[in-house]
């Protein structure tokens, strides 16, 4: 069964259950002999010495359709490199740990800042953004997967029901989102979801008017999710955010480049729990309140590039119209946990209410103040053009540094 929604909205595809994750297996098995898949995991080093991520490998090392596995590996040193080449190898797909961190590497990253082409700055983004180009350069496979690697609750169930309707060759779908429930048995999480975007959305439509873009963001059950899965013939002209905007970002080039007929949603999992970030409310540089920010700014550019007007008093607007929405879903939220037998603190979730519509205004402030920030970064079309070499020195890059620090 599919939602179908209205006004250039997408697709929801539901996980009812009837087929087992042994069928699922044996189709995508068959089409990736013609359309070859591959998964890109961003991580951190530190992930390597968490609970979630050796639980994942055992489950990627049982998927057979996977043809590559992509690692992008940041903050590791030389030692911590090799340890990883070792964590990863009993992975029985081709993969490749990509060190961002590496001599070289950070010389290709003084190249393309010498064309005005680099990254501004380190972070997820750039992460997946540097595994895309390895993946173009590979030029070898038909669907790209990403997901993140502290996902405590990790089976390869998820990974199959994220590439399907993308793999299917009877399906239409360039782009599938992941979603789930954010719970872990005791209490709601997704506060961001939750708390800052769902009542943002609302509260935009109210101050801005009807947008379908907005329309469109409304349609994504967890637009946070780091769960997507694309053809890679879109990978080319994608605008990464350098930010903590990424999700959001990609569902905004999604909006750009697709279809909204190309592009669904799909269950993956009934439950997911991953590692939570802190509020930060004391350090606007750190955790969920950065991240707060730079979602918000990713929403403000977007619907400034198709002609809204942002002023102080519309962003002051803005802020007491989120506010009133949040409190008003927040006693919606307080129900629906009670109802399952869930905590919820409402202390606490007011607390993040006031500090995400503090950093609504603070968005707002330094989307006006910086009218020619870049935040993404550039296309590997764009980075092709200018230096048609880069993708295959890329190669070469990581090839060389998983030889000589074996």
Known sequence: MADFHQNGSITTLHNLRTRTLDDLTYELTACAETRKIS????CLYSELEGPALPAILDELCTVPYLHRIIIGLDKADEAQFRHAQTFFSRLPQ??????????????????????GLAPQEAGKGKNVWGCMGYLIACADSAIMAIHDC????????????LVYPVAQPAFPYQMAKGFYPRIDGQKLN?????LLVSPLLIALKKVVGDRDYLDYLRSFRYPLSGEFAMRTSTLPDLRIPSDWGLEIGVLSEAWRNLAPQSVCQVDISDAYDHKHQELSPEDANRGLSRMSTDICKAI??????????????????LKATYYRQALDLLECYYNDAKMNGLSLDRHKEEKSVELFA???????????ENPNESPFIPTWNRVHSADPDFLSDLLRAAADDAQDYR
């Open 39 to 42: 998964l890109i995991l961003p």
């Open 94 to 115: 081709k993969h490749m740990v990509i060190w961002n961190d590496s001599p070289r590497m950070l010389a290709l990253g003084q190249r393309l800042d010498a064309l």
């Open 150 to 161: 502290d996902i405590l609750t990790y089976n390869r169930e998820m990974l199959a029901r």
């Open 190 to 194: 997704g506060r961001v979801t939750r």
């Open 300 to 317: 403000f550019r977007k619907l400034a590039s198709d002609g809204t007007v942002f002023t102080p008093n519309l962003f002051r607007t």
């Open 358 to 368: 503090e950093n609504i205004i603070r968005a707002g402030q330094i989307f006006l």
